[in-house]
Structures are given as C-alpha cells and as structure tokens.
C-alpha cells in the first residue's frame, strides 16, 4: 500500500474549497503504487484522484509532467489531467508535501495482460512518441544508463543482504550493458516507467495511461524496451511470455515503426531496463521506511529478466 503521507479529513476538505469539485463525501488511501502517497476522493459531483509526491520525485520536476499531462490530453490521448484550482494553480501543498488532484480515468490494471492487451499497449506509446514531436520542455533522465553504476555503488556488498548473488550479478550486468549502451539515436520524451499497472485497460483497450513521473527526454527505443520487459514476464520475472512481447511490438510498429536496425537494438536496450529496475528496487529495498505503507518490489524479478535477455539475444524482437 503506497500512503506515506496521512491526509485528514479535515485537510481534503480545505483541499476541495479551493477548486470548483464540489463537496467530500470519501476518501480512501490507493493500495497500489509504491512512489506517492494516492487517495480515491469522492465528491458529490465526480471522483478524482489526489496525488502527493514523495521521495523521487522533486516538485522542481512538476511544471514538466504537468504540461507533458496537458499537451497529449490535448492531443485526445487518455491520460488524466491535474486539475486547476479557482486561482489557475494545479500544485498545491498537502499536509506537508506538493500535491495535486487529478482526473480519475476508468479500466483496470492487468496482472497478466494478453497479445491483444499488449499489441493495444504498443500502440499507445507509438501514439504517445508521435504526440510528443511537438513537445518543448526537456528533462534529463535522472534513473538513466550515467546513473546506474553510481547507484550500485551506493547500494555497495548491502546488495548481498537482498540475495548473495546480486551484488555479482548487476556488476556483470553493468560489464556487459553499459560499453554497449547507444551513445546516439532518436531521443524524444518517454514515460520511462509503461509497467502495465500504469495502464488501464477495458477490455482489450487502452483506457488510460498514468504515472508519468519519471518522464523524461532519453532515447525513444529506451521506451519500448522498459514496456517490453514490464509486460512479456510473469511477476517473479522468470517466465517469459514471447507472444505478448511480440505482440507490444507489433502495436508500436503498427502506430510508430520499428524498423530491423532499431530491433537490432532492443536487447541491449532491454538489458539496460532490467539494470534500471533492479537497481532502483534493491535500493528501496534496502532503504524503505519501516513505518511506510508500501510493498516492496523484488529487485531479482528483474536479475531474472536481465539473466533471460542476456542469453537470447536478438531472438525476442525478431
Ligand atoms: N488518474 C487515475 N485514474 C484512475 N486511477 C488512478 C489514476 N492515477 C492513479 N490511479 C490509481 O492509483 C494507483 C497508483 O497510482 P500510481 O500513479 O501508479 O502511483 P505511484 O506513483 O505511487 O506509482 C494506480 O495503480 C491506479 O490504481
Ligand atoms: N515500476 C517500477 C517502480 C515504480 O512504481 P510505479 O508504481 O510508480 O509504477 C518498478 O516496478 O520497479
């Protein structure tokens, strides 16, 4: 359960005076997520969604996501706007932490999406990648490939409390990625975090695509490869599905392109997410607050993934 931060009644209530929402009528902590702290409001008029931005992400960062929000709703993609109070503002402060509320969107998070739920998924982030070639704000990748060692040396021989073998296994990870890694190629900005529990689908349709705080302007394929590793494995990382893999890049190709050299590329790109996410995971792991209400994410679910694209080569992206 993602809540670090307790909001009372009493300010939700000051919150919602000062947008035209109308009145409270419930609340209730998010379990899902585990960067923010997330609240299901209800009011007599409409439901909404109040966010409070936690520990990765820097408030100086909101004017970005923010206007990243509004620039693809303008474009009629579905992703939730925040909502502008009386005075214009859309960041306001919440019991101690910048907050905003945002539009609610319908559909639920897969847990094991099928082909077709990953094919409507890569073309979303096609249309999203084209939605964006008009799109001026820039922000640097703060989890990118230059942050990745710096990260594993500061999770240091604690990575060894997690599992004896990791410490050795993203040291030889980083070995093989990184001398590898694509100094140049078609950079835009991308959502850098398309797990599926940051889409919501009806049926076999993208509803709603949130959780854009970790935008960021990288290498466009980067996008697709951390979409790819998020949606063809089961939770534990260790059974790859090729068909919906298969099918996420089908829907991409159909909505953007994807030509055979930028395939040739994916598995490095994929192994590079799988260093991304596991690095990020051990260091929660071993840094979150006891008192937090968060699950943690297994870190090794994505050694796993990272071991699987490290000995297949090319031959997912085929
Ligand atoms: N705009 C929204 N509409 C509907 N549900 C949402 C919306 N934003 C967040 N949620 C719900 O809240 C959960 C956590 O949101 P998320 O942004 O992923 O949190 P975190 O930033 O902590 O990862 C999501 O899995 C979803 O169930
Ligand atoms: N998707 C990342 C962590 C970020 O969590 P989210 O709830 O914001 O998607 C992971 O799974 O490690």
């Not at 005076?17 to 997520?33: F, M, N």
């Not at 923010?36 to 520990?55: C, G, H, M, P, Q």
């Not at 923010?66 to 009629?76: E, G, I, S, T, Y």
């Not at 073309?123 to 820039?138: E, I, N, R, S």
Request: proline share 6%; glycine share 6%; charged share 20%.
């Amino acid at each position: 359960m993602a809540v670090y931060t307790h909001v009372s009644a009493e300010a939700l209530g000051q919150l919602l005076a000062r947008y035209d929402v109308g009145d409270l009528v419930s609340s209730k902590g998010i379990a899902e997520g585990v960067e923010n702290s997330n609240y299901l409001v209800d009011t007599d008029r409409a439901r909404f969604i109040l966010t409070l931005y936690e520990k990765r992400v820097d408030a100086g960062d909101l004017p970005f996501f923010l206007a990243l929000l509004d620039h693809l709703a303008d474009r009629r993609l579905p992703v939730p706007r925040a909502l502008r109070a009386r005075d214009g503002t859309q960041v306001q402060q919440v019991a101690g932490r910048p907050a905003c509320l945002i539009e609610y969107l319908p559909g639920v998070s897969l847990s094991h999406p099928t082909p077709a739920q990953a094919r409507s998924a890569g073309l979303a982030l096609g249309q999203m990648h084209k939605a964006v070639a008009d799109f001026a704000p820039t922000r640097p990748n703060t989890l990118g490939a230059d942050s990745w060692a710096p990260l594993f040396t500061r999770c240091g021989r604690d990575l060894d409390a997690i599992d004896p073998a990791l410490h050795d296994m993203l040291a030889e990870g980083l070995d093989a990625t990184l001398p590898a890694w694509p100094t140049d190629g078609d950079r835009c900005t991308i959502h850098a975090d398309l797990f599926p529990d940051n889409v919501l689908m009806l049926g076999d349709a993208v509803a709603g695509v949130i959780d854009f705080y970790f935008a960021c302007t990288d290498l466009r394929l980067y996008d697709l490869a951390v979409t790819h590793t998020s949606w063809s494995f089961d939770a534990t990382g260790t059974t790859c599905d090729l068909a919906v893999g298969s099918a996420l890049l089908e829907g991409y190709a159909a909505s953007y392109g994807l030509s055979p050299a930028e395939r040739q590329l994916l598995p490095i790109l994929c192994m590079g997410a799988c260093l991304r996410f596991a690095l990020t995971r051990a260091w929660d792991w071993l840094n979150t607050p006891a008192n937090a209400l968060v699950t943690r994410k297994d870190p090794l679910a994505y050694t796993r993934r990272l071991a699987f694209y490290r000995a297949a080569g090319a031959a997912p992206f085929a």
